[in-house]
């Protein structure tokens, strides 16, 4: 297990699709966000979990956004209805439990969305 | 709400001068870490920041937390065409948990060689 995973890296899907994207973390982080980022800003968060359980997740985000971590390990990210805005990439990230979180997150490669 | 903010948004240097892009939170921050996200890739952590007024150093990288903790620098020395890219901070408020980090909105960094 070298990184974290996402897949896939691309999706282009037609205005009201439902998407869903997968990460795979690092197996011994615990922690486990995903973040959404735009052209020229910075990772924005949406939610957050630590093993299984959804501890946070952003006001920013709908209802039309979900996202689950069943047994601890892997999460998905579901975006149901898509609409243009929704067009970013994806970022998953995860950390080790503290005291070692101080070695700060580590990011997947994302996934491109693109709604069309 | 939280803001970070950071400056300058671009920098474009010649091949061997310095860089410093500067870090601002709206609110003290528990920590603050800083990312580098190359053109096309996701952001890789280099460093985390704890203390008031600590200092880091990596070979040519020279990273400070404010003594009010809220707010950071990145200095890099004698820049390579390999700085090229966009670098963010990020941390947490203290008045929140340690696990949500609000990003800067980066400062990109050319180097021309």
């Known amino acids: 297990d070298t990184g974290v995973s996402q897949d896939p890296r691309h999706k282009i899907t037609k205005r009201g699709q439902n998407v869903t994207f997968r990460c795979d973390p690092i197996?011994?982080?615990?922690?486990l966000y995903w973040y959404r980022q735009t052209l020229g800003q910075g990772p924005e968060f949406l939610t957050y979990f630590q093993n299984e359980a959804q501890l946070e997740k952003s006001r920013l985000l709908s209802d039309r956004f979900s996202a689950e971590r069943p047994k601890g390990s892997f999460s998905t990210l579901e975006i149901q209805r898509t609409e243009q805005g929704d067009s970013a990439m994806y970022l998953c990230a995860s950390s080790p439990p503290s005291p070692r979180s101080r070695d700060g997150y580590t990011f997947g490669s994302g996934t491109r969305l693109t709604v069309v | 709400g939280q803001q970070v903010m950071q400056i300058p948004q671009y920098q474009h240097v010649q091949e061997g001068e310095d860089f410093t892009t500067y870090c601002n939170s709206s609110?003290?921050?528990?920590?603050i870490q800083w990312y580098k996200q190359r053109p096309g890739g996701h952001p890789v952590f280099l460093i985390q920041l704890v203390k008031s007024g600590e200092v880091k150093k990596q070979k040519r990288l020279t990273f400070q937390f404010g003594e009010a903790k809220k707010n950071s620098s990145l200095h890099i020395t004698a820049t390579q065409t390999t700085d090229v890219g966009t670098y963010f901070c990020a941390g947490p408020p203290v008045r929140d948990n340690f696990n949500k980090f609000y990003f800067g909105s980066g400062t990109k960094l050319n180097v021309k060689p």
């Open positions: 609110t003290t921050l528990s920590n």
């Open positions: 197996s011994e982080h615990n922690r």
